[in-house]
């Protein structure tokens, strides 16, 4: 059984046309969900839209609102930048009208401070009580480096992203988030320019894709020793990263996803490419010129002599999953975080 599995479904999950949609902003307002607790029937959807900073959703309960539920769900640290004008999202099918479901932001002392959610409470008295008794609490020790509840290793959570807006070049900074396949067959950013010693994650958002380096002169080929995340299915890793350290600023890194004819798609991302000759949109318009799939299989692809920097060594790439393994209590069987 997968350690990052979403919640197995053991049975079918509740489905209605007349289902509700709830929308509920994580950080928009501060430390705060907004608004702190939903109403909802077995069937309707609470979608948490996650805004500026580094805020996470977990499981909790009534009685120790800023500790994560043995089995319960993690989102793992969600960074979104100052500016972004998009924002990622989680989406919870409710299983159970009758089951309160209670949760927090594990970050920092965001939690001691308010920083909670309800859906199904029962009673404002008791939304109330949630409350009080995570404002009574000591802040977790958990910062930002904190893992999910399952006790998997993950990298340190950044502190914050770049913008994830298409087409766009990320800002340098110490830790560098690129959204893989969210909204379509798109790295976001598709470019960033990074300095030795930063790191790149890749969080992947939906589908099932790859971050696999390669060439300038071959878009969608392996480059011979490059690194590859392998394929990372979202409906069974429930939103892995994959991280490496820059090892080198003075060369470019060329990379594409190789499922599929998902590359010739311009499904690509370059970091520290130079402003003139082998540009980023070159790459990405070779990439779309390329005639069927050229993803290698048998270990034969050649290396250009121009090539980038293979990143090993300290700058070794690594899967890192970050994801949920369960929302919901074992006696709630329906739940799905997207």
Known sequence: MLAFSRFTLVSS?????????????????????????????????VIFEF???????????????CSPVAGGGDSGFIPVAADATT????????????????????????????????????????????????KGLAAPATGTTAAPATGATTTAAPAASTPATG??????????????????LTFTPDRATAKKGDTIIFHFAAGNHTVTQSTFAAPCAPMAGGADS??????????PNFTFVVPD?????????????????GMVFSLNAPPTGNTADAFKA????????TTATNGTTTTDPNAPETIGGTG???????????????SVLAGLLL
């Open 13 to 45: 999950l509740v489905a209605s046309a007349l289902a509700a949609e709830f929308t509920v902003k994580v950080g928009a307002d501060g430390l705060a969900f907004t608004p702190n607790q939903v109403t909802a029937v077995a069937g309707d959807v």
């Open 51 to 65: 805004h500026a900073k580094n805020h996470t959703l977990t499981q909790s309960t009534l009685a120790a609102p």
């Open 87 to 134: 924002f990622p999202t989680k989406r919870l099918t409710v299983p159970d009208a009758t089951t309160p479901l209670w949760f927090y932001c594990k970050q920092g002392n965001h939690c001691a401070s308010g920083m909670v959610f309800a859906i199904n409470p029962g009673s404002q008295t008791k939304m109330d009580t949630f409350i009080a008794n995570a």
């Open 167 to 184: 087409g766009t070049t990320a800002t340098t900074g110490s830790q560098i988030v690129i959204e893989v396949g969210n909204g379509g």
């Open 230 to 239: 392998g394929f990372m299915p979202v409906a069974q890793l429930a939103n």
């Open 249 to 265: 600023d003075s060369k470019p890194l060329w990379m594409f996803c190789k499922q599929g004819k998902h590359c010739q798609s």
């Open 286 to 293: 070779a990439a779309m010129g390329t005639a069927g799939a």
């Open 316 to 330: 070794a790439a690594s899967r890192v999953a970050s994801g949920v393994t369960g929302l919901l209590l074992a």
